[in-house]
């Protein structure tokens, strides 16, 4: 004869696992999303589009399920190497997944009449369906609807995306104001497999340490260096040394950028750029690791790097992440 089971064989039988895909156009909140559901500053975002180069895996953990979400950079119109390497990172993260998230940024309407009138862009229909193609279930996710008083305007616009594909859902959310996360939550949980954890409970990422370091460089790159300049920018770290007694983080990593009259504008008069860009990046390592760090910089000419694929393999953009193909 059977028995019932226990409530701790319960919650295994009941325990949900896998993965989330975070996508989208630029700068529409994937990596804000992302640390508010981890509840950590995990992924580097900025005001700035394309900011995210790679896939990141997130472990969001909670009783009862745990959710690695993807975090991808932006689906754009894509021309150098650099930037189809970015596009094709995010498609691949929507692949092999059990749920997509289409993040897409509320627009900013004055009225009813407005909103009814309102269709979404080429470009953001062109994300989709570059999604659609992997062939996964895809929920719609309206980002930064926390800019729009009137609940109301939301709608029309609502109702013009689910014209486009037949979403799972369509969520609105603010990940700052903390809008909408209980519903993404109660969706993202019901949408995942009856697994076991694939992570540790206590892991956020899959990335190494020294690799958010070089995030937190480029981070401030973006924070310190105006136009163009941060996109011709890589950031590699050549060592990274957990020191014991007393405890702190040993830091080297080089800035490259792609011509010689670059260089200088990296480093400022009188090296003032460069102690700036260094002084926000070690602020922000030592908040991601709790202990002091040390950090040196040195900043590389590597010609071309972001228009030849092998230069990009030379300074990491080659590895897919968490086993992901």
Known sequence: METDPTPEQRDDVSFRAGTVALCG????????????????????????PQTTRERLLGVWSEDG?????????????AKSALNKFMVDEALRGAKA???VL????????????????????????????????????IALVLTKCDRIEDKGLLLPI???????????????????????????????????????????EDQLSDRAIRWHAGERVRAALFDHLRDELPYCCAVTVESFKEQRKPPRDIVHASVHVERDSQKPMVIG????????????????????????????????????WTRDPALMQRLGLHVPVGGLS
Not at 285 to 301: D, N, Q, S
Request: hydrophobic content about 50%.
């Open 25 to 48: 156009r630029p700068n529409v909140g994937k990596s804000t999303l992302l640390n508010a559901l981890v509840g950590s500053d995990l992924a580097v975002a900025t005001r700035f």
């Open 65 to 77: 399920f745990q959710a690695v979400l993807v975090d991808t950079p932006g689906i754009h119109r």
């Open 97 to 99: 997944v059990d749920l």
């Open 102 to 137: 289409m993040l897409a940024e509320a627009p900013l309407l004055a009225d009813t009449a407005a909103a009814e009138e309102w269709e979404p862009g080429p470009s953001a229909a062109a994300a989709l369906a570059s999604l659609a193609t992997a062939g996964r279930p």
């Open 158 to 200: 609502l109702h013009k995306w689910s014209t486009l594909h037949p979403f799972t859902a369509l969520i609105p959310i603010s990940a700052t104001a903390g809008e909408g996360l209980k519903q993404l939550r109660d969706h993202v949980v019901a949408a995942l497999p009856v697994a076991e954890p694939l992570f540790p």
């Open 269 to 304: 008069r009188g090296a003032e750029t460069i102690k700036a860009i260094s002084m926000s990046a070690r602020r922000a390592i030592a908040e991601l690791t709790g202990r002091p760090c040390e950090l040196y910089l040195e900043v590389k000419v590597t010609p071309n």
